[in-house]
């Protein structure tokens, strides 16, 4: 079974702070790909990043960060020195080339205080 | 490039009534998705379309339906509107592959009455 786990659904940091997002997937695929999405309260999802199963690179870009581990099947995300504006609802998801749709974490809120 | 557009972004609607809502991928995108999100169960994977034709379908009743026209542009549809249809419809295109991303628009959020 294909399944994505956000265990953290709230989580509230005064700005500045670091915080880490965690996301874990099984799948029995052996090429797939993950993704983090952000709901503003807006509600468009807006796409972050796209990894690859064949592809474990670790990717920065500005304050965002990505730690792929296929080892512990986790895809987490870290903003370092957060703001105001990141707070939104951030979705992990994973497809398979067997499957086209899309399976969602449940979502983590994150809340940045000024 | 004009990102994906969804109409209308709010309706009201009655139970037993029926509504339609229109999605126009980004261009050349040729794969349309569509999903339900709701407080309860979260995003919910509804159906695909890719050339006209619905490549996977999610586990929703018959009540949902939806269609593709040669411009890619899809249109779903939910026949004898139910409470718990109130969602937000998010539809999502991209060019077609398994790997490509998902694209998404701001979703149109139903309220059934």
């Known amino acids: 079974a294909q399944k994505v786990t956000q265990a953290q659904t709230e989580i509230s940091v005064v700005e500045k702070e670091d915080v880490t997002l965690d996301c874990v997937y099984e799948t029995r695929d052996t090429t797939y790909y993950l993704f983090w999405y952000k709901q503003p309260p807006s509600g468009e999802l807006v796409f972050l990043i796209r990894r690859n199963s064949f592809d474990e690179q670790n990717e920065i870009s500005g304050r965002y960060s990505w730690n792929f581990q296929k080892s512990t099947s986790s895809f987490n995300f870290t903003i370092t020195a957060s703001q105001v504006v990141d707070s939104a609802v951030y979705f992990c998801?994973?497809?398979?080339?067997?499957?086209?749709?899309?399976?969602w974490g449940a979502g983590t809120k994150l809340i940045i205080k000024p | 490039k004009a990102g994906v557009t969804q109409t209308p972004r709010y309706l009201i609607k009655t139970r037993g009534q029926q509504v339609t809502l229109s999605c126009s991928p980004i261009s050349g995108h040729r794969s349309v998705s569509w999903y339900q999100q709701t407080p309860g169960q979260g995003l919910q994977f509804l159906f695909e379309y890719f050339s006209e034709t619905q490549r996977n379908k999610g586990n929703f009743p018959g009540r949902f339906s939806g269609r593709q026209f040669s411009n890619s542009r899809s249109e779903m549809n939910v026949s004898t509107l139910e409470l718990g249809d109130s969602a937000l419809y998010l539809c999502?295109?991209?060019?077609?592959?398994?790997?490509?991303?998902?694209?998404f628009g701001p979703g149109t959020r139903l309220t059934v009455l």
């Open positions: 998801a994973l497809s398979m080339d067997s499957n086209y749709q899309l399976i």
């Open positions: 999502a295109s991209r060019p077609g592959t398994v790997e490509d991303t998902q694209y």
